[in-house]
């Protein structure tokens, strides 16, 4: 069903490999649940999902992984209203090899910019994430 | 008059001083001129914001500059409500060795986040900066 | 209780009565659910609800209320912060006959203007809205 | 033509008087043009502005005015998106008696809530408003 | 320029012909603005802009323009903070057969989900657009 | 582990002591709880938050605690994404002496600055505080 409009575009195969691939990279387990999320409900707009962000942008050379997936952090936690997505990307950038520290010190400076609560809700958000995350490394 | 406050805090010339050089390395003339747009009106908040953003947040160890300029040119573009603000940061990324490119791809993954108006926005004001800058690097 | 200060505004009966049916026809029971809920806390601001936004502003003719509720969904998915009133509204929109095909597109246009985390937590809302609906009528 | 659809709703001169005479007492000079902008675009909406915010809420009793406009000032410097109105309240929070002092150190507040970058367009916006005012009150 | 990335994804042509398209017919003059703006400074975002945007969301069936251009004035009134990019949907919307009163009554709506401020500074921009635009129909 | 960067800045004992103080008397065990919560992830931040917010803005002159917390009210109502912080400062609120009155009063007063839906999610929060509130005053 996915592919319904994608066979319009046939010629789009090469965008979504790549940001499939891009997807799986950087949000791992949690993009491939967003992307099963949107089946029931709008299954062209996980391809477009596939297509452009990971496709399109992330794919493009001029900025490291690390340091596109601490300006998501940093966006999303001074936007304070995606906390599902800020959730996903505070994985994504531990993927792509991000420290935790880097990524509290990231949040940390969005109090700066977007308030003190931005940056507490996404500390929040930050405590979840290394509570269920593997990896044995020592925040902050 | 910036001092007043402070004489009650002696003990915060540190962080003032601190802040100070950090305000000076990142934000230059930009931040000068902000701190110096604040005296007819709110002198205390001249000290604040160069103690508190700069003597504390900014003068952490646990992330680069470069990486805490990129975070704050993708929040400001992500919040889209803070154009002044915007570009004296992205002349701060400049300042710290952050590229031209990297600025410019920065600003286009917020279309993803914040949407495409936030990105033309933050492009636009981008192109004001590089344009006052003296830097010979090209753009994306 | 709603009436206290209503009486004071006795003249006001007739955007009150306007109100409380187009609230009614355009939200049904989670109009009605909000209004109750307020009750306990602040009876005036119920009161106000119904006159203001649906006696005056719902009531105008120039355009069509199926507009109307696009116009809402489109507003409350792209600020993303008041998940309540958009579930609310997307119900709104399917008791006046805007399809759900119609409801899907909105929100997935919205990652244009607001960012893919909008979106996706707009199409989240109405999941839950469709799912809840008796209507038999299938997904985009 | 701002009566036109107030004829339908007669019974709401009332709301009307009190409204016009709020804004008056509140915004003034400022408050008027507003209204008269909105005369050759949409002159119902100036009957809204007048009934509704003015005639409604800003005449409620429970709450006396110079908290009413403290509380506006930091929601407009807070969500950044509306400096002309901004303004207008900075004037109007003079108008009903609130100190430059107090106008100043409630949007330094913003700071801890907003960020630095609200903080600071609503100081610029003061400074803008006081410098225009015919009161000789120090600043902060 | 903008065919340099392009030419990586040569199969995307289709897109991007459907999106220019498309592109003109909405947004007309002001779109091709905001294309060429970008020349200088992200000419690869030009390219993505008419290949998302108009390429694969204003493209797809199952919600009409009018509805479309009507959901995008009334996202960016309630943000609030992209003037430059409301004032093209204004027009868009006018392009696309939405009348004035339709466009005013939008923005007036707004008020109930965004403030007051938001729908006045939007009703500011459809009186700049309506201003210069050609058509003679008379505003709400 | 909270004082390890403050033995650095063993000179701002003076903030600290000073806005633990006004921590617990503005914001009680509500603002114990938001410190404590930060041990495992960012203790440092914890220590800022006393610091700068309530050793700094807080204990400044100028305007009283009544005030500053109808502005905070007003301001995280507005912003909409904030709930946890908003509970808090509602319970803030009361503690300094603001009436349940003149809270529901400042909420319901944001309808016109941010729209109904920010007010209904304020009221919201503002009847699960009053809910576990000691006080035996009455809401409005």
Known sequence: MTNTHASLNGKDNLRYERGLA?????????????????????????????????????????????????????????????????????QGALNVGVTRTEIVETIMQMAVYAGFPAALNGLAAAREVFAADASLEEPA
């Open 22 to 90: 891009k997807l799986q990279q950087i949000d791992g387990e949690g993009g491939i649940k967003v992307v099963e999320s949107l089946a029931g409900i709008a299954p062209d707009f996980a391809r477009l999902l596939i297509e452009f962000p990971f496709g399109d942008i992330y794919s493009r050379p001029g900025l490291d992984l690390r340091s596109r997936e601490i300006a998501v952090v940093a966006a999303l936690t001074a936007m304070g209203n995606a906390a599902p997505q800020l959730k996903v990307h505070i």
